[in-house]
C-alpha cells in the first residue's frame, strides 16, 4: 500500500515531481491555468497518495506563497500540466497577485515586529528580575510608603424623633459605621431610608443622626 501524503509541503512535492512541467517545489514557478484543480483531480482520481481535500489545500498554499505570486506578472502565460501556454495574465490578475502580495508581506512584516517586541520585554524583565536578585548591585533604594493623614472623626448628633421627615437628608446606623440616606417614610419611632445605593431599609429613629 502506498503512504500517503499529509502535508502540503508533501503533496506539492509529489505534483512537482508527477508534473514537473507544471509545478516545481523550489525556485520560480509557473502561473497555473484557470481550473487547474479539475484537471488534476481527474488525472489523481485512482491515486491513492492524494484526496481531493488535500489536493485543494495544497493548491491554495501554492497559489499562495510569495514566490508564486511574484510570478503572476501582465502578460505572463498560464500553463496546464503538460506545461503548455493556455492563456496570458491581463493587467488586472497582475494587480490582484501584486496586492495580494503585499498585504501577505506586511502581515509577516507586522507578526515579525511583534514577535520582537514581546522577546525584548521578557529579556528586559528577566534581566530586571536577575539583578534584583544579586546582592549590592539594586542603585534604586526601596521608597516608603507615606503614611495617610489620618481623617478627624464625623460628630454625629443624633436626630430628634419629632424632627425626622420625609425627604431628609440623614445619617443611619448600619452596622459599625454611619452610612449616607434620605428619609423616604417616617411611622412614629420606626423610619424607613434609602442608601445611597438605593436600597431601602427601616430602622429605628434612634439610629438616624446627623453631622
Not at 499529509?6 to 491555468?33: D, H, M, N, R
Not at 528586559?124 to 549590592?136: Q, V, W
Request: proline fraction near 3%; charge should be positive.
Amino acid at each position: 500500500m502506498e503512504t500517503k501524503k499529509t502535508s502540503s509541503k508533501e503533496i506539492i512535492q509529489y505534483l512537482a515531481e508527477k508534473f514537473p512541467a507544471c509545478f516545481t517545489s523550489q525556485g520560480a514557478v509557473k502561473p497555473l491555468k484557470v481550473g487547474i484543480f479539475q484537471e488534476l483531480a481527474e488525472a489523481l482520481q485512482e491515486d491513492e497518495k492524494v484526496s481531493k481535500t488535500q489536493l485543494r489545500q495544497a493548491l491554495r498554499h501554492y497559489t499562495s506563497s510569495w514566490r508564486y505570486l511574484k510570478a503572476i506578472k501582465k502578460g505572463s502565460q498560464r500553463v496546464n500540466l503538460q506545461g503548455e501556454a493556455v492563456a496570458e495574465i491581463d493587467e488586472a490578475q497582475a494587480e490582484f497577485a501584486a496586492n495580494a502580495l503585499k498585504q501577505s508581506q506586511e502581515k509577516f512584516a507586522n507578526k515579525k515586529e511583534a514577535e520582537n517586541k514581546q522577546n525584548k520585554t521578557y529579556k528586559g524583565t528577566k534581566a530586571a528580575e536577575k539583578r534584583s536578585t544579586i546582592p549590592g548591585k539594586s542603585k534604586n533604594k526601596p521608597v516608603k510608603a507615606k503614611k495617610a493623614p489620618k481623617k478627624e472623626p464625623v460628630k454625629l448628633v443624633q436626630a430628634e424623633a419629632n424632627t425626622l421627615k420625609t425627604g431628609m437628608k440623614v445619617l443611619v446606623q448600619v452596622g459599625n459605621s454611619p452610612i449616607d440616606a434620605t428619609i423616604t417614610e417616617v411611622a412614629g419611632k420606626d423610619v424607613s431610608v434609602q442608601l445611597f445605593s438605593g436600597m431601602v431599609v427601616k430602622t429605628r429613629a434612634d439610629k438616624i443622626f446627623t453631622k
